[in-house]
């Protein structure tokens, strides 16, 4: 599919890169493409795992080239697409993202206006049951505009710094927050999760949910490996207990009226799932 031309001097959306990795993601990818397209990006690049749904055939139609991951990791599979990747932003999209029309243009807007050097969005999810209620309410207290140590996907680079400094292929789940720590030291890095809205697909199940938060303890366990033998006793600390005090303490607080007791089982299944996740890494690591 031929791409816009490209402005090198334009900070608008056609000089924008989207890197989509994807596995088995038949049902989502698609309209993922499509929601790209329609925001007028550059170029789309499709990072796939040998999908065996035929995620790739249903891609051909909506990306400019499909680059085949060998299953090292998250890090790995975007840094593929990064290093091909020819527009001036790199936006890393998850293949579950649908980016309504503007909200790449929005994303841009908003780091040129707050001076950063990386921004998010606002994920919400189309309330169909408990899950996907939960999750927006959960939401709604971790994930809201203004500037963050981290940033998740949807996320949005300069391809000059990106490629420069791209995620760390050994880290297969922590791939968004080791780079944020990273680029602190190395740009004096500041990010922002943007007032733009995306809309991501609901999970299908409870087993979903655990094997998403359970990748996110296997991040946790992975930076707490990188960097704890730097780390004083204090921060050890605070790293161990970050997810009790962010998926559990403070969105129970944040949470208004009975939708706090009604979210509160979910809180305590991410959490414990995060954990689970972050224990099976130590014990696989101690044999």
Not at 7 to 36: E, F, G, Y
Not at 155 to 164: D, G, I, N, Q, R
Request: aromatic fraction near 10%; charged fraction near 20%; charge should be neutral.
């Amino acid at each position: 599919m031929n791409s816009p031309q490209y402005q090198d001097d334009s900070q608008t959306s056609n000089s924008v890169s989207a890197v989509v990795c994807s596995w088995n993601a038949a049902d989502s990818i698609v309209s993922c493409l499509k929601s790209l397209r329609e925001n007028g990006v550059y170029e789309i690049i499709l990072v796939d795992a040998d999908s065996e749904d035929g995620t790739q055939e249903l891609a051909k139609p909506y990306v400019d080239c499909i680059l085949q991951d060998q299953r090292q990791g998250l890090g790995a599979a975007r840094n593929l697409g990064i290093e091909v990747a020819s527009g001036r932003f790199i936006l890393n999209c998850g293949c579950d993202n649908i980016m309504p029309p503007g909200s790449v243009q929005s994303m841009l807007d908003y780091m040129s206006e707050t001076a950063v050097n990386g921004v998010s969005a606002v994920t919400h999810l189309q309330p169909k049951g408990y899950l996907s209620r939960s999750l927006n309410e959960y939401k709604k207290t971790r994930f809201f505009p203004g500037v963050r140590n981290y940033i998740g996907t949807p996320s949005l680079f300069p391809a000059t710094k990106l490629k420069s400094h791209p995620f760390d292929p050994a880290c297969s789940w922590s791939d968004d927050s080791e780079l944020c720590d990273r680029w602190r030291v190395v740009y004096n890095a500041k990010f922002a999760i943007s007032d733009s809205v995306i809309y991501e697909s609901n999970p299908s199940s409870l087993s979903e949910i655990s094997a998403r938060w359970k990748n996110y303890g296997r991040s946790d366990f992975e930076i707490y490996t990188k960097n704890g033998p730097d780390w004083s006793i204090g921060r050890k600390i605070q790293s161990l207990l970050y997810p009790f005090r962010e998926e559990l303490i403070k969105p129970f607080i944040k949470i208004k009226g009975l939708q706090r007791f009604t979210t509160l089982p979910f809180l305590i299944y991410i959490t414990s799932s995060r954990y689970i996740g972050w224990a099976k890494c130590a014990l696989r690591s101690s044999r």
